[in-house]
């Protein structure tokens, strides 16, 4: 029973013992009528007030016993009230929890990579116009850290998928825009050397070559210690890569985790639908969440859901009815499908006061 229907009948039931009680003050006088009991005697007062007692008794008992059933039912309320705290207490001791864990995901990422250091050498002949200046690069350890993980993450994974583009069109293998982008996130999430990196499509020679000319790319970033390396692409564009660690290495351990997590905490709020709260209660829990997430993050959640592995984020609704990408910085959405165009038909489906779907709005006009 709802709180709206309980409090309906503590009206009704609260109405009907106040009408019964005030009746009881007039039952003698309305029930004690000649035409109604023309043959008794009340000239004993007695006799009279055992009459007037009688009469009154059973609507005030009555009355007093849906008080009582009413102060139960407002007993019952506070008790389900009660109940109900305690399981929100509940579910938000566990949320907070999963949020902890998720800054502490991403805090903990790391990367180690090179970098260089110039060190320069002043070699003394004398005096200073014969002096000689000598700067030389050593190779040294660099990190990447936390959130700027998925943003090198991002420029890895573009890096990737245009470097199969370029030698798919070197080639002339002419294989289709998808295969190629679900072929570059594998070799991205389990690096060049795995062999979990399968095609249905692709031939299994023509995986390996791709995989050479990875390896090569990876070869030429490491000598020049993570310099700002360029590489030729499609249609005569440049190929970026700067990031300051070894490309294409895979990224399996850090980002299967994460998704893991990511994905049992949005499923634990939503689940929560209809039980302890309602929609918008439900999209502000999952709000909280968002809002730890970078753009950047969400970009590659985008790229996951897209041509990797996150095909029931979009089934189950959590990229769209629930807005896990809301934020997504639309205008660095490369190669795959425009998110506009890929969730048109919800996007289609939105009325008024539902809001849009991307902070930066739901048409192509509205793009900055």
């Not at 009907?16 to 006088?29: D, K, Q, T, Y």
């Not at 250091?117 to 936390?146: H, M, P, V, W």
């Not at 950047?296 to 592995?309: K, P, R, S, V």
Request: hydrophobic residues 40%.
């Amino acid at each position: 029973m709802t709180d709206k229907t309980l409090k309906v009948w503590i009206w009704i039931l609260g109405f009907f013992s106040f009408l019964l009680i005030f009746f009881s003050f007039f039952a003698p006088w309305s029930l004690l009528q000649p035409n109604i009991l023309p043959d008794t005697d009340f000239s004993q007062g007695g006799e009279l007030g055992k009459t007037i007692g009688g009469l009154m008794a059973p609507f005030i008992a009555i009355g007093a016993a849906l008080l009582i059933f009413i102060a139960f039912l407002v007993q019952y309320q506070a008790n389900q009230r009660i109940q109900e705290q305690f399981k929100i207490q509940q579910f938000e001791s566990q949320f907070y929890e999963m949020l902890r864990l998720h800054k502490e995901n991403v805090n903990e990422m790391k990367i180690t990579g090179y970098g260089i250091i110039e060190q320069e050498t002043l070699e003394y002949n004398g005096d200073k116009k014969s002096s000689k200046k000598t700067i030389t690069k050593i190779q040294t350890t660099r990190f990447t850290e936390a959130r700027k993980v998925f943003v090198t993450m991002v420029t890895e994974l573009v890096a990737c998928y245009e470097l199969i583009e370029f030698y798919n069109n070197h080639w002339s293998t002419n294989y289709e825009k998808k295969e190629l982008l679900k072929l570059a996130y594998q070799f991205f999430f389990f690096g060049v050397k795995s062999d979990l990196i399968t095609s249905d499509t692709i031939e299994t020679n023509t995986i390996d070559n791709f995989r050479t000319e990875l390896v090569a790319a990876r070869k030429i970033h490491k000598n020049s210690f993570g310099e700002n390396n360029a590489f030729p692409g499609v249609n005569g564009n440049t190929i970026k890569l700067y990031i300051k660690y070894s490309p294409f290495s895979g990224h399996e351990s850090r980002l299967g985790h994460y998704y893991r997590h990511l994905y049992s905490t949005v499923k634990f709020v939503v689940n929560q639908e209809n039980k302890l709260f309602n929609y918008d209660e439900v999209r502000a829990y999952l709000k909280i969440l968002r809002s730890q997430m970078s753009n950047d993050e969400q970009l590659m959640l985008y790229y996951n859901c897209i041509i990797g592995f996150g095909k029931d984020w979009e089934d189950k609704g959590y990229l769209t009815k629930y807005r896990m990408l809301h934020n997504l910085p639309i205008t660095k959405v490369k190669h795959v499908d425009h998110p506009i165009t890929h969730f048109s038909n919800f996007i289609s489906s939105l009325k008024i006061d539902e809001g849009s779907l991307f902070e930066w709005g739901d048409t192509i006009n509205e793009i900055p």
